[in-house]
């Protein structure tokens, strides 16, 4: 499993569906963008943001390329209430996605 917050989450995208022979789960916590890394493999993608993200907007950045994600990936996508922060619940049903 790759994981990551914020800018991590973006680059564990990247990293994640690049390599998947190296990860199976892919966890990313209010990402900005999806790195532009040559996809291999099906990952399970678990992505989450709050929905008052001032940080990076939730609009701007998950809603955006999640949708794409959805038609490749076994996808769990999450917004939550909330501006740039990663609730303990959260943390749990990612980690829960995992098994």
Known sequence: MVAGFFDGA???????????????????????FVA??????????FVSHGTDNQVLPIDRCSRRFV???E???AM??????????LPP???IA???SVQ
């Open 10 to 32: 973006s680059f564990a995208l990247g990293l994640g569906l690049g390599n998947c022979e190296l990860f199976g789960h892919v966890l990313a916590f209010s990402p900005g």
């Open 36 to 45: 532009g890394t040559e996809r291999r493999g099906t990952p399970k993608v």
């Open 67 to 69: 949708p794409a994600l």
């Open 71 to 73: 038609l490749d990936y």
């Open 76 to 85: 769990d996508y999450r917004e939550l209430a909330g501006g740039h922060t």
């Open 89 to 91: 619940e959260i943390v």
């Open 94 to 96: 990612a980690l829960g």
